[in-house]
Each structure stands twice: as structure tokens, then as C-alpha cells.
């Protein structure tokens, strides 16, 4: 019981690093989170696409003020 406890401490702290782009770019408003997210979904494992998903997280590429994800007609 002990070890399915540590396993799935572990497994949740990895899922915390590993999605930290994701969360970055959720909270500074960045404009194209679908595309950080599918970079570090599929390329994330390799730390080079971890590392460029942080790094369009980091991007000053915020939504503007009067965009909506609504459409508009």
C-alpha cells in the first residue's frame, strides 16, 4: 500500500513539471494556449519540446483586451 502511495505522489508531482508550460500560459493570458498545450503534450517528453513550449509560454503574445472566444457576427 506504501508503494502505490509513493508511486502516485511521484506520478502527480511528474504530471505538476511536466504541464508547467500549460499552466504559465493559462495564467499570464497567452493567445495561443492550444498550441503550447499540443507542443508539450507531444513533444514535451524530449526536454527540447518542454523547453520550447516553456519558452511560448514565457512569450509576450497576450490576448488583447477586446478579443473574445466567443464569434462574433
Known amino acids: 500500500m506504501l508503494n502505490l502511495l509513493i508511486f502516485l505522489f511521484c506520478f502527480f508531482v511528474f504530471l505538476g513539471i511536466?504541464?508547467?508550460?500549460?499552466?504559465?500560459?493559462?495564467?499570464?493570458?497567452?493567445?495561443h494556449l492550444g498550441s503550447i498545450i499540443v507542443v508539450n503534450i507531444f513533444l514535451g517528453i524530449t526536454f527540447v519540446g518542454w523547453v520550447v513550449a516553456l519558452a511560448m509560454a514565457c512569450s509576450d503574445n497576450f490576448k488583447k483586451e477586446q478579443e473574445s472566444d466567443q464569434l462574433s457576427f
Open 18 to 31: 511536466y504541464f508547467i508550460p500549460v499552466i504559465v500560459a493559462k495564467y499570464r493570458g497567452i493567445r
